[in-house]
């Protein structure tokens, strides 16, 4: 037999040993035209040319520095928004090799997000962390490390409290305000202004549930109304009504307080504003929150529902667009109050469901949330001067979601992958190290689900999970950071999450930082 024909066969034989025994590799077989993307892909120069345009705006940046004072400091937190989420909701708006608005910023970094008693931490201990620049304990607010969760004792000591950058800004005669589509009272928008061992002592209900006193432990809902800092913030945009009123009373929507004190904390935001002679406004819709900038108000409390507000893509499925501000609506109505001031102002805004919808396994949602948020940080580009504003756009912790497989370029990334696992069945493009999609991957008597005639538009699906677990846990991986504005060059690099209010402090020259 001739060498060439020996050869051949060789190929062929390891050809077909690597099919058998490594099926992954099929999807190294070449793409068809349908999977190409972008033409111009093919060719070397579109690369070349790409990189030289990325480097003229590096050297650029070297050149131009913005070496100001940041006037006005905004912080964006996607909460649960991990380096998978921002790679799958560009695949999600059309195409991976897009850009997010805030991923377009000059510098980029990685923050550390472990808490002092856990290497995966929750929204309540990075709050402290990214907003005070302490870390503390897993469920603790605005205390440091001393403080253990549930402690009812420690957690009224002031000396163990920590000081929020919402602090040194009101310290400086700047205003302040949050956003959030959580309640206000909620884990990150918390951090802003309160001091607890329990996140979850929203209403003082559930510090007693917990045997405490609710009356020597102030619960975050009082802690807004009446504590220094909560009480000087000049917006509060988001939901949670029901931790403001009596359990005998209902909100505009017919729903029942949480509260068992008898108290209604939304009049006496009121009443306490006006005996402060300052002029202020409750608003519990999208209307009256519009109306607002024909009012002549420098305290805004808006609270658009009685728990969490709705997905952003509910607004519109459930036809409460009208009346529930979306995320990107509350921030312009904020930026529009907090730009009155001659000193300037510390904005926080949290897309806080993206983290939501990833307990749930409900990718889809996840993707509209982000999206969401990426319009938010549009919304506030729009409306400020990069000369004197500082954004950074951040996450308190990552999520076990993963983009799995050799999906093609066209693939739907909420979607199935081409090509079928080892058991002969399909599997998705996102999965879950762990989560309530459990129940949706196997079956307790046959094994793994088939999924071929599942339905993926729908927002409420949940995705694959390979461990049981009635909520997925946030991961351990560290976070990105993307900054925009007045030393916005402080923000490269791979750090802890506590340097964050530091950087952003030393840029406007506040607090411990304005030297």
């Known amino acids: 037999m001739h060498l060439f024909m ?29 999977t190409i993307r972008n033409p111009n892909e093919l060719d070397s120069e579109y690369w070349y040319d790409n990189a030289q345009a990325y480097l003229q705006q590096k050297l650029q ?18 909460d649960g928004m991990s380096v998978h989420t921002l790679t799958a909701v560009r695949s999600y708006m059309g195409d991976a090799s897009k850009q997010l608005v805030f991923e377009k910023f000059p510098y980029v970094g990685l923050s550390k997000t472990f808490c002092v008693d856990k290497q995966v931490p ?32 420690l957690g009224q000591d002031k000396s163990l409290h920590t000081e929020s950058i919402a602090k040194w800004a009101q310290d400086a005669g700047k205003k302040t305000g949050l956003v959030t589509t959580a309640r206000v009272t909620h884990a990150s928008p918390a951090g802003v202004y309160a001091h607890t061992a329990n996140r979850e002592w929203e209403h003082d209900g559930k510090i007693r549930d917990n045997g405490c006193d609710s009356v020597a432990n102030v619960d975050i809902a009082r802690q807004l109304v009446e504590w220094d800092v909560g009480s000087q913030l000049n ?29 209604n904390l939304i009049e006496e935001w009121l009443k306490r504003k006006e005996v402060e002679n300052k002029k202020a406004a409750y608003v519990w819709n999208k209307k009256d929150m519009e109306n607002l900038i024909s009012q002549d108000v420098d305290y805004v409390l ?23 501000p979306s995320l990107s609506e509350m921030t312009e109505a904020a930026i529009r109050q907090l730009e009155k001031s001659d000193k300037g102002y510390f904005l926080f805004v949290e897309g806080a469901k993206i983290d939501m919808a990833h ?37 308190d912790h990552s999520h076990t979601m993963t983009i799995n497989g050799y999906p093609s370029r066209n693939a739907d990334i ?23 999609g459990y129940e949706k991957t196997f079956s307790a008597k046959k094994g793994r689900k088939d999924l071929s005639d599942k339905d993926f538009t729908d ?25 925009q504005g007045p030393l916005a060059h402080y923000f490269s690099g791979n750090y802890l999450q506590t340097h964050l209010p530091m950087l952003m402090a030393r840029a406007a020259k506040i607090g411990p930082f304005a030297w």
């Open 122 to 153: 929750d929204s309540a201990s990075t709050a402290t962390a990214y907003l005070s620049g302490v870390k503390g304990n897993y469920g603790t607010i605005g205390v440091n490390g001393q403080v253990p969760r549930f402690d009812c004792d």
């Open 302 to 324: 808006g609270l658009f529902a009685p728990s969490h507000c709705p997905y952003h893509g509910d607004l519109e499925r459930l036809g409460l667009q009208d009346d529930i």
């Open 359 to 395: 307990h749930d396994t409900r990718a889809r949602r996840s993707m509209e949330e982000t999206e969401e948020f990426n319009r938010a940080v549009e919304v506030a580009l729009n409306m400020t001067n990069g000369d004197e504003t500082l954004i950074v756009v951040t996450s």
């Open 235 to 263: 917006v509060i945009m988001g939901g949670g009504r029901r931790n403001f009123l009596n359990e005998s009373v209902v909100d505009e929507t017919g729903i029942p307080g949480n509260r068992t004190d008898g108290r």
């Open 414 to 436: 909420l979607g199935l992958n081409e090509d079928k696992a080892a058991d002969g069945l399909p599997y998705t493009i996102i999965a879950y190290a762990n989560g309530p």
């Open 61 to 78: 940046q070297q050149t131009n520095l913005n070496l100001n004072k940041a006037k006005n400091v905004i912080l964006f937190l996607g």
């Open 6 to 34: 020996l050869l051949t066969l060789a190929a062929l034989a390891v050809g077909s040993r690597i099919d058998e025994t490594h099926p992954h590799l099929n999807h190294l077989k070449s793409n068809k035209p349908d």
């Open 459 to 483: 927002p409420k699906r949940k995705y694959m999970a390979a461990v049981p677990l009635e909520s997925e846990t946030h991961g351990a991986d560290d976070v990105a950071i993307f900054a």
